[in-house]
């Protein structure tokens, strides 16, 4: 079994891999290097033939995280690391993570200064959803959706199955090492210009960059959203309760279909917990 195996997804990245590949190649000559082929239409397999790179073509895109477990499940090596196909990432940070890895930990993030967000607003996005990460997993989660990683192989398999196929596998992979107890570190490194457009689109990806907020709190611990929504709905009944007994007299529908909902959103949290907890188990 190969020590290391570098995992790089790509989609038209060809002008980046043609410089980024010899490079790679040049720091860990050991390493089995994977360039995933999300459904490319430039000159990706020929570069990495050039370059005596394993590349693994799909007939069409099915998305970043598809790249990643696709990479996953071919690699050989006992430990993984996943790295940008676009050139942002240095090799020269490969040995970084690895050694932090080598100190007992799981999983190695490079965590991208401000200077590394690719614009103001994703480095916005990117602080909202570092901090909310650290409160639900009280660790301090320094750059929760870097590409840029390193991971123990038998680990990050366990959690194939929860990875979804688009961009926020990063998300995903983070929370699901919190919440298995798998020790994760941080290591500040400095994210290049990218080689080429970027592939994210700003509305349709925004919306779905959203949806991580969300996720956090599900992959980690459900209660921890619910329950603050319910106690809302609950207050906010007790305050319409507390107006119309005061203007009207009475009991309104209203403060009741919002205690109901207090009731119902806790025990879909109650819920979600329990599932949360079966899809971590794992068995002796």
């Known amino acids: 079994m190969n020590h290391l195996s570098i995992i790089l997804p790509a989609k038209n990245e060809a002008p980046a891999l043609a410089t980024l590949l010899p490079r790679l190649r040049a720091t860990h000559p050991e390493a089995e290097i994977i360039v995933v082929d999300d459904g490319s239409t430039d000159d990706t397999r020929g570069i990495c033939a050039s370059s005596g790179v394993q590349c693994l073509s799909s007939p069409y895109s099915m998305g970043n995280g598809a790249a990643i477990k696709r990479g996953a499940r071919a690699a050989t090596g006992d430990i993984l690391v996943f790295m940008d196909g676009d050139g942002q990432h240095d090799p020269a940070d490969v040995a970084r993570l690895l050694d932090q890895l080598n100190r007992g930990y799981d999983m190695v993030v490079g965590a991208r200064d401000w200077g ?12 909202l959803y570092n901090w909310l990460a650290t409160k639900m997993t009280g660790h301090p989660v320094l750059d929760l959706t870097s590409g840029f990683r390193a991971v123990r192989a038998d680990k990050f398999r366990e959690f194939l199955h929860l990875l979804p196929n688009g961009f ?7 929370m699901a090492f919190f919440r298995s107890a798998y020790p994760v570190a941080y290591i500040p490194i400095k994210a290049a210009q990218r080689v080429g457009k ?16 969300f996720k956090i709190a599900t992959l980690y611990s459900p209660l921890k959203l619910f329950v603050p929504a319910s106690g809302l709905f609950f207050l906010l009944g007790c305050a319409n309760y507390a107006w119309t007994f005061a203007h009207e007299g009475r009991l309104t529908n209203g403060s009741t279909l919002m205690w109901s909902a207090a009731v ?3 025990l879909i949290g109650l819920v979600s917990e329990q599932i949360t907890a079966l899809t971590y188990r794992r068995d002796a």
């Open 264 to 266: 119902i959103v806790f």
């Open 116 to 127: 590394s967000q690719a614009g103001v607003g994703r480095g916005i996005a990117n602080t």
């Open 168 to 174: 926020s596998y990063p998300t995903t992979s983070t």
């Open 198 to 213: 970027s592939h994210i689109k700003p509305l349709r990806d925004g919306i779905r960059f959203l949806l991580i907020i």
